[in-house]
């Protein structure tokens, strides 16, 4: 039931919103709790498991790997901010948020989204300068540098959706209060708006093209930098070793603007909510859980860490 409040000028009528989910198919509802339930296991096991492996052994005290740690934790925080909410309205018949929790999902889930965006492009220029300057890369990617670089994605991330979510909670918002979503996704609450939202959309639409440009200019410059390099070298086996610190990261880009793009795509009108709804559940759920098996199955010195860390805990229990 939609709490309404009475305020005037700028104060949202609604306290509460529903959210529809995936209700419109009944039957699925079970499967979708479990398969959910799954990823979201395997994610959180999957990004703590590379956050542990990445602290306990000392051969991977490197930038690389203090970045992809933090990768994980942007992975674990943005996937706990959508997925106990979804696998809740699966199984219960309360199906609503309060306007203060929507509003704070919102702010969350998209700044850890731009952040992973922006760490994704600060590990490409990593792998540019440890295969262009591999004699200088300890000193040009120093421990301060590179918590500096951190500090500015997180910075960014934050600061693009403070402004966007204080332009959202600058709208009124009346009616039923119902969300085709199952999360506080912004198209979902400018749906329920029944005030003007331009200046939100533009701000909205401004900084989104502005975060996946810049990171894709960053990314895209730094493998031709790489390319080029790499095409110089006089021997096949730099060239084999140059590419294979560069996979993992290019394979973990690819997915995540490849859907992110896609919903950028999908036209946001009811006809398409359905698609809407699986291009938010891909991103919001799928990416986080693939990170770490990308990055676990794709890397020897993980998957090394990860053979001698079971092999002490079977020989230290024995049957």
Same mark, same amino acid.
């Given at each position: 039931m939609v709490h309404v409040v009475h305020d005037t000028g700028n104060q949202s009528s609604v306290s509460t919103f529903i959210l529809v989910g +995936?209700?419109?198919?009944? @039957?699925l509802q079970a499967p979708l709790f479990l398969l959910f339930l799954t990823i979201y296991t395997v994610t959180l096991v999957g990004n703590l498991g590379i956050i542990v492996i990445i602290r306990i052994n000392p051969m991977l005290q490197t930038p690389m790997y203090f970045f992809l740690s933090h990768l994980s934790f942007l992975d674990i925080c943005y996937s706990s901010v959508f997925t106990p909410k979804l696998l809740e309205i699966l199984?219960?018949?309360?199906?609503?948020?309060?306007?203060n929790g929507c509003?704070?999902?919102?702010?969350?889930? /998209?700044? +850890?989204v731009i952040t992973e965006m922006?760490?994704?492009?600060v590990m490409a220029y990593d792998r540019f300068v440890a295969v262009c300057?591999?004699?200088?890369?300890?000193?040009?990617?120093s421990h301060k540098f590179c918590a500096f670089l951190v500090t500015g994605t997180y910075t960014w991330g934050g600061l693009c959706f403070l402004i966007i979510t204080h332009s959202l909670v600058q709208l009124s918002y009346c009616g039923s209060g119902l969300m085709n979503?199952?999360?506080?996704?912004?198209?979902?609450?400018?749906?329920?708006?029944?005030?003007?939202?331009?200046?939100?959309?533009? *701000? /909205?639409l401004a900084i989104s093209i502005f975060s996946e440009a810049c990171s894709l200019l960053i990314t895209l410059?730094?493998?031709?930098?790489?390319?080029? =390099?790499? =095409? @110089?070298?006089?021997?096949?086996?730099?060239?084999?070793?140059?590419?294979?610190?560069?996979? $993992?990261?290019?394979? *973990?880009?690819? =997915? +995540?603007?490849?859907?992110?793009?896609l919903l950028y795509c999908v036209p946001h009108s009811r006809n398409f909510w359905l698609l809407v709804k699986v291009a938010t559940?891909?991103?919001?759920?799928?990416?986080?859980?693939?990170?770490?098996?990308?990055? $676990?199955?794709?890397?020897?010195?993980?998957?090394?860490?990860?053979r001698r860390l079971i092999n002490s805990k079977l020989h230290s229990h024995p049957v």
């Open positions: +995936f209700s419109e198919f009944p @039957r199984v219960v018949e309360d199906r609503t948020i309060s306007f509003m704070t999902q919102f702010f969350f889930i /998209c700044m +850890f922006f760490m994704l492009a300057n591999p004699l200088l890369y300890t000193v040009a990617m979503h199952f999360g506080c996704e912004y198209s979902a609450i400018i749906s329920v708006s029944c005030s003007d939202s331009s200046f939100s959309q533009m *701000a /909205c410059a730094s493998y031709i930098f790489i390319v080029v =390099i790499v =095409i @110089r070298m006089p021997s096949k086996g730099g060239l084999r070793k140059a590419f294979s610190t560069c996979t $993992s990261h290019l394979t *973990a880009f690819s =997915i +995540f603007h490849g859907i992110i793009m559940a891909l991103y919001a759920v799928m990416i986080p859980m693939l990170n770490p098996l990308i990055y $676990s199955l794709r890397n020897k010195d993980v998957k090394e860490t990860l």
